[in-house]
């Protein structure tokens, strides 16, 4: 019959560090914090911003840890003086004595509930800059760097790894730091009194020593790992959430949760070590403890009896053995969280430290209008390294054009975009917009002389107006209006619920795709660029709605240089130059009578499966 002690011993054996023969595969990847005082020096470079506040707790620490020495030293003194002392109980008399007595107990909690809710202030501003950091730095990164990421990894980061720096400033920083004083205090009092109890009292300290170490060699990267699959769990919980759809569409869910089960089982299996390995420490410390307590008792005890020492100094050094040890418990058990937080507080500094998308643009200029005139010259690019996506691309396009670009799944039509966009760089050759090259104009700048249009519009959580404004945050009511109303899209805004007021949720679950598509001509009205990049649905779209959408982008891309990624027929015949991409170069270049004189790839599509369905398939 399975107990919990037989289910705890099915656990697997815990990773044998140092001895990778019988270390299992899935341990032997995890490491420690890379850089623990490069890491210390960050965290400190921000507490250091509240100084005055830090300096507060440090002398709250300061005098609480001396209050906590002095407590049981006068105890002693007490004792020593009503046992045949001279009873003068430093001057002060019984009733002076015990009300000094009084004062330094009731002191000491006092100065711990001022350090301690000073520190918690400290600890919650330094998380928040951190996340503010953190924040606005993941949305300064370049769109290659979110390729190779799991959101919902870097969610974690943000949420879980704060939170664990958070608990440890919070609590440990002061503990450790009052550990340390008091540790240091009562050793200095201790040797005063009796080098020989002491020398006793720290004959327990080597084996602590070992014995802690043997225990964080283990934890460390334990809880690494655990933080780390917590932020891979978070991931998938993301991905398959937002992929709910496609998962039941294809019935998946058994293997969703089959891939689910295998990743908290990474979880529960790290977190089980974890914590049962640092749960040692206590219990070690505790053992060490009454030891070392049983030691001076009964040594003490002897050397009293010879009159060594007195019975005070004997009750002040069992008090203190016990406070020596309980700093050292407290340091011991700290060190553990501190590990977890400073592995957290690295993993968010290393995405601190990724390459900012706008880092080279010192020198870059900002144009407050451009016409849209578009030359590309020779241009080409790879994803990767070695890999050719784009090669050879020439073209230009005056200001007010549109260009149809058709091609085959894979041509290299988006990316031809990315290119314009600079969400990516162009490998070799030049693009420019009115003459200039766009790596000498500022990312952001160029970007809002251009809107976009895509196949599948983002709506964000807020109401249809707050989602239109995305176009031009300055704009009035009235204008968010008059733009909806040139996209064709106010009819259908005002028949919902709410009208303009109406809250989207969840990508804008609430509404149809031809709606999104109205909408986001709508937020690029608003915006008005003189560039536009339309990604044409491929979806079907009732008539009617496909009627407006065709309408509302009509008046979009009057007077504005257009990239159509075209797939309609009459969208690529009204285009002033269309641009047939193939496995990456520009296999044809022309107007569509052209192109049809031409008798090439173009003519082909036309003529024999026609355009319609093949020029974006
Ligand atoms: N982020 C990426 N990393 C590596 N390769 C990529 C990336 N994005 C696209 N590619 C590759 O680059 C090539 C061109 O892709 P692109 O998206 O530009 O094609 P497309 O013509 O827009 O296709 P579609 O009509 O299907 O959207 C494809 O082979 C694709 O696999």
């Given at each position: 019959?399975?107990?919990?002690?037989?289910?705890?011993?099915?656990?697997?054996?815990?990773?044998?560090?140092?001895?990778?023969?019988?270390?299992?595969?899935?341990?032997?990847?995890?490491?420690?914090?890379?850089?623990?005082?490069?890491?210390?020096?960050?965290?400190?470079?921000?507490?250091?911003?509240?100084?005055?506040?830090?300096?507060?707790?440090?002398?709250?620490?300061?005098?609480?840890?001396?209050?906590?020495?002095?407590?049981?030293?006068?105890?002693?003194?007490?004792?020593?003086?009503?046992?045949?002392?001279?009873?003068?109980?430093?001057?002060?008399?019984?009733?002076?004595?015990?009300?000094?007595?009084?004062?330094?107990?009731?002191?000491?909690?006092?100065?711990?509930?001022?350090?301690?809710?000073?520190?918690?202030?400290?600890?919650?501003?330094?998380?928040?800059?951190?996340?503010?950091?953190?924040?606005?730095?993941?949305h300064?990164l370049p769109i290659p760097f979110f390729g190779?990421?799991?959101q919902?990894?870097?969610?974690?980061?943000?949420?879980?790894?704060?939170?664990?720096?958070?608990?440890?400033?919070?609590?440990?920083?002061?503990?450790?730091?009052?550990?340390?004083?008091?540790?240091?205090?009562?050793?200095?009092?201790?040797?005063?009194?009796?080098?020989?109890?002491?020398?006793?009292?720290?004959?327990?300290?080597?084996?602590?020593?070992?014995?802690?170490?043997?225990?964080?060699?283990?934890?460390?990267?334990?809880?690494?790992?655990?933080?780390?699959?917590?932020?891979?769990?978070?991931?998938?919980?993301e991905e398959?959430?937002s992929g709910q759809r496609i998962?039941?569409?294809?019935?998946?869910?058994?293997?969703?949760?089959?891939?689910?089960?295998?990743?908290?089982?990474?979880?529960?299996?790290?977190?089980?070590?974890?914590?049962?390995?640092?749960?040692?420490?206590?219990?070690?410390?505790?053992?060490?403890?009454?030891?070392?307590?049983?030691?001076?008792?009964?040594?003490?005890?002897?050397?009293?009896?010879?009159?060594?020492?007195?019975?005070?100094?004997?009750?002040?050094?069992?008090?203190?053995?016990?406070?020596?040890?309980?700093?050292?418990?407290?340091?011991?058990?700290?060190?553990?969280?501190?590990?977890?937080?400073?592995?957290?507080?690295?993993?968010?500094?290393?995405?601190?430290?990724?390459?900012?998308e706008?880092?080279?643009?010192?020198?870059?200029?900002?144009?407050?209008?451009i016409?849209g005139?578009v030359?590309f010259?020779?241009?080409?690019f790879?994803y990767?390294?070695?890999?050719?996506t784009l090669?050879?691309i020439?073209?230009?396009a005056?200001?007010?054009e549109t260009i149809a670009l058709v091609g085959p799944t894979g041509a290299g039509k988006t990316t031809l975009i990315q290119l314009l966009s600079r969400f990516y760089d162009?490998?070799?050759?030049?693009i420019?917009i009115?003459?200039?090259?766009i790596?000498?104009?500022?990312r952001e700048n160029l970007r809002s002389h251009m809107a976009f249009v895509l196949q599948d519009t983002f709506l964000f959580e807020g109401t249809i107006r707050e989602n239109i404004r995305y176009g031009r945050l300055?704009a009035?009511?009235?204008?968010i209006?008059?733009a909806a109303?040139l996209a064709n899209a106010?009819?259908f805004i005002?028949?919902?619920?709410?009208?303009?007021?109406?809250?989207l949720t969840n990508g804008g679950s609430g509404i149809s795709q031809g709606q999104k598509q109205l909408l986001a001509i709508a937020r690029a009205m608003l915006a008005d660029p003189a560039i536009l990049v339309l990604d044409e649905a491929t979806s079907s779209i009732d008539?009617?709605t496909e009627i407006k959408i065709q309408q509302g982008l009509q008046r979009l891309m009057k007077g504005r240089t257009s990239f159509v990624i075209a797939h309609r027929l009459n969208t690529i015949?009204q285009a002033?130059q269309i641009l047939?991409l193939?496995?990456g170069?520009?296999?044809?270049?022309?107007?569509?009578?052209?192109?049809?004189?031409?008798?090439?790839?173009?003519?082909?599509?036309?003529?024999?499966?026609?355009v319609q369905e093949e020029a974006g398939d």
């Amino acid at each position: 019959m399975p107990n919990a002690l037989t289910e705890a011993f099915r656990q697997p054996r815990p990773p044998v560090i140092g001895d990778p023969s019988k270390a299992s595969g899935e341990y032997k990847k995890k490491k420690r914090a890379k850089n623990v005082s490069g890491t210390l020096v960050r965290i400190w470079k921000y507490l250091a911003r509240r100084k005055l506040k830090l300096g507060l707790v440090l002398f709250m620490v300061l005098i609480s840890s001396a209050l906590s020495l002095l407590g049981p030293y006068m105890i002693g003194v007490a004792v020593d003086d009503y046992l045949g002392g001279d009873g003068a109980l430093w001057g002060l008399g019984w009733a002076g004595f015990l009300l000094v007595l009084g004062v330094v107990y009731l002191l000491s909690p006092l100065t711990m509930f001022l350090q301690s809710i000073w520190m918690i202030e400290i600890a919650q501003e330094t998380v928040y800059r951190m996340r503010v950091d953190l924040f606005s730095h993941l949305h300064k990164l370049p769109i290659p760097f979110f390729g190779k990421r799991q959101q919902g990894e870097l969610m974690s980061r943000v949420t879980n790894d704060m939170e664990n720096v958070s608990g440890t400033l919070n609590s440990s920083a002061i503990q450790i730091f009052s550990s340390i004083l008091i540790l240091f205090g009562t050793l200095g009092v201790m040797l005063s009194l009796s080098p020989l109890l002491t020398l006793l009292t720290f004959i327990v300290v080597p084996l602590m020593a070992l014995g802690m170490r043997w225990i964080t060699r283990r934890t460390g990267p334990l809880f690494k790992e655990r933080q780390s699959n917590l932020g891979d769990l978070n991931g998938y919980i993301e991905e398959t959430l937002s992929g709910q759809r496609i998962i039941k569409a294809f019935s998946q869910e058994d293997r969703v949760k089959r891939e689910f089960a295998e990743r908290n089982e990474r979880i529960r299996l790290s977190g089980f070590w974890a914590q049962t390995i640092s749960g040692m420490i206590p219990k070690l410390m505790n053992s060490l403890n009454n030891l070392s307590f049983a030691l001076v008792a009964g040594i003490g005890g002897i050397l009293a009896i010879n009159g060594q020492v007195t019975i005070g100094v004997i009750i002040v050094f069992v008090e203190y053995a016990r406070q020596f040890t309980r700093p050292l418990n407290d340091l011991a058990n700290q060190w553990n969280t501190l590990l977890s937080a400073i592995a957290g507080a690295e993993r968010v500094f290393e995405i601190m430290d990724e390459e900012v998308e706008n880092k080279d643009e010192g020198q870059a200029s900002k144009l407050d209008k451009i016409e849209g005139a578009v030359k590309f010259e020779d241009v080409s690019f790879g994803y990767d390294e070695g890999q050719t996506t784009l090669s050879d691309i020439s073209f230009e396009a005056k200001p007010g054009e549109t260009i149809a670009l058709v091609g085959p799944t894979g041509a290299g039509k988006t990316t031809l975009i990315q290119l314009l966009s600079r969400f990516y760089d162009a490998s070799s050759g030049r693009i420019t917009i009115d003459g200039r090259e766009i790596g000498s104009i500022q990312r952001e700048n160029l970007r809002s002389h251009m809107a976009f249009v895509l196949q599948d519009t983002f709506l964000f959580e807020g109401t249809i107006r707050e989602n239109i404004r995305y176009g031009r945050l300055d704009a009035t009511d009235e204008e968010i209006e008059e733009a909806a109303k040139l996209a064709n899209a106010h009819s259908f805004i005002v028949r919902l619920q709410g009208g303009y007021d109406k809250k989207l949720t969840n990508g804008g679950s609430g509404i149809s795709q031809g709606q999104k598509q109205l909408l986001a001509i709508a937020r690029a009205m608003l915006a008005d660029p003189a560039i536009l990049v339309l990604d044409e649905a491929t979806s079907s779209i009732d008539t009617v709605t496909e009627i407006k959408i065709q309408q509302g982008l009509q008046r979009l891309m009057k007077g504005r240089t257009s990239f159509v990624i075209a797939h309609r027929l009459n969208t690529i015949r009204q285009a002033d130059q269309i641009l047939v991409l193939k496995d990456g170069g520009l296999l044809e270049h022309g107007s569509h009578d052209e192109l049809l004189a031409q008798g090439g790839f173009y003519s082909g599509l036309y003529n024999g499966q026609g355009v319609q369905e093949e020029a974006g398939d």
